[in-house]
Nanobody, 123 residues
Framework: QVQLVESGGGLVQAGGSLRLACTVS????????MAWFRQAPGQEREFVAA????????DYAGSVKGRFTISRDNAKNTVYLQMNSLRSEDTGVYYC????????????????WGQGTQVTVSS
């Protein structure tokens, strides 16, 4: 069983930055995709960004492109989400997720999920 643990959430002013981390309990093989999703109150959980353990391929939602950066540290089994120029609409619970195969943005395609970390951006 793969367990994902998120950290790094908190309260930040608009325009500020946060870095989220997702640590994996055991190393998944290089074909796995690691992704970040977020869910605002009363809204659907939406795709934010994704990366594979191998290679350089990443993908971002249009709303965060140019502001957020996903990266990984294979030695630490950890994936990061650097969030800059935060806006009030970035507020929500951020979830880490994993799946084998290619990068996709549909949440139902992800097999493993963390418990989430709250990000609140004040305007």
């Amino acid at each position: 069983q793969v367990q994902l643990v998120e950290s790094g959430g908190g309260l930040v002013q608009a325009g500020g930055s946060l870095r989220l981390a997702c640590t994996v309990s055991r190393r998944t093989n290089s074909t796995y995709v690691m992704a970040w999703f977020r869910q605002a109150p009363g809204q659907e959980r939406e795709f934010v960004a994704a990366i594979r353990w191998s290679g350089t391929t990443t993908d971002y939602a249009g709303s965060v492109k140019g502001r957020f950066t996903i990266s990984r540290d294979n030695a630490k089994n950890t994936v990061y989400l650097q969030m800059n120029s935060l806006r009030s609409e970035d507020t929500g619970v951020y979830y880490c997720a994993a799946r084998p195969g290619v990068i996709v943005s549909m949440r139902d395609e992800y097999r493993y999920w963390g418990q989430g970390t709250q990000v609140t951006v004040s305007s």
